[in-house]
């Protein structure tokens, strides 16, 4: 089959290759891919991962073969999944606890545009619940994270100031329920009971400032590569509150991944969250790379593969 491989020391950082088919364990399915996303913090791992390397944990696609052992989707099912690498091909093996079915109403791209962000948005703004009646910060707002972070807040009540990189970057926001739309964290006006970090350096110093005693400053990210400097005295007028590190592997058990893909899937079956895509060929990949680590791209950079290429 043919797969998508690291190649650092190549003309592009990424080439599509033969490759073996996955041979699944008793609890992984096996899955034709019929879409795939690319997060910004795969892009680092090209730099750094060893030639034949094959990335890729946002897929979406069609069941050949259930578990082994009984679990998960039957074969036929479309669904949507995480990985832990390798799913840039026509076929992954993927365990049954990372997979949702799809609704019928939910494209493979847009599916596909969930597992990382998704988890990551959902499960950031749970430090901060409930959040009906809460006043939210979501740094990075343009972003994959920060678009369904803004829409989740919102949808649970939480009045959202988002914040974005440039005026250009704001239209992104349009229509998903931002309260406030602000230029730069030095924009955002009085204090929040949580905070979505993912800039870092200044922006994250900056955070300290605009969180309420006993809020919540959940970071994610660092965007921009630069260290933050914190001093507890930052603290003196927002005593108690803390910060909270995300990891969203770790962040809950692993059998809570299936149930947190199926209530995101399902919030976008009903309309509920709209999950904003730039759909290439996989074969473009290469050329998205640095479009995307440049911002030029909004929301998620999705990937299709063509079924008869895929199998399912």
């Known amino acids: 089959m043919l797969a998508i491989v690291n190649t650092p020391n190549g003309t592009a950082p990424v080439d599509i290759r033969e490759v073996a088919d996955p041979e699944p364990a008793r609890d992984e399915a096996l899955v034709a891919i019929r879409a795939f996303s690319l997060n910004r913090g795969e892009l680092r791992l090209f730099e750094t991962r060893p030639e034949g390397w094959r990335p890729g944990q946002d897929v979406a696609g069609v069941v050949l073969r259930q578990a082994a052992d009984g679990s998960g989707p039957a074969a036929g099912t479309r669904v949507v999944a995480l990985t832990d690498q390798a799913g840039w091909a026509q076929r992954a093996a993927v365990p049954s606890r990372r997979m949702a079915a799809l609704p019928d109403n939910v494209e493979f791209a847009a599916a596909a545009a969930l597992p990382v962000a998704g988890l990551t948005a959902l499960r950031t703004l749970r430090h901060g619940a409930p959040l009906l009646g809460k006043r939210v910060l979501v740094t990075g707002a343009a972003g994959g994270v920060g678009n369904l972070a803004v829409q989740l807040a919102t949808r649970s009540g939480a009045r959202v100031t988002a914040i974005v990189g440039n005026a250009e970057r704001a239209g992104v926001l349009d229509g998903l329920g931002a309260a406030e739309v602000v230029t ?129």
């Open 184 to 312: 730069g964290i030095e924009q955002a006006q009085g204090r929040f009971g949580l905070i979505l970090e993912a800039v870092g350096g200044a922006s994250l110093q900056a955070a300290i400032g605009h969180i309420e005693e006993r809020g919540t400053i959940v970071i994610f990210g660092n965007s921009s590569g630069e260290p933050a400097a914190i001093n507890f005295r930052d603290f003196a007028e927002h005593q108690n509150a803390r910060i909270q590190s995300f990891f969203y592997f770790t962040c809950e058990p692993e059998e809570r991944f299936a149930p947190d893909l199926a209530l995101l899937v399902g919030l976008v079956a009903d309309g509920s969250v709209r999950p904003r895509v730039t759909i290439q060929n996989w074969r473009e990949i290469s050329a998205v790379g640095p479009q995307l680590r440049g911002r030029q791209i909004p929301g998620k950079a999705v990937f299709q593969i063509d079924p008869e290429m895929s199998g399912g």
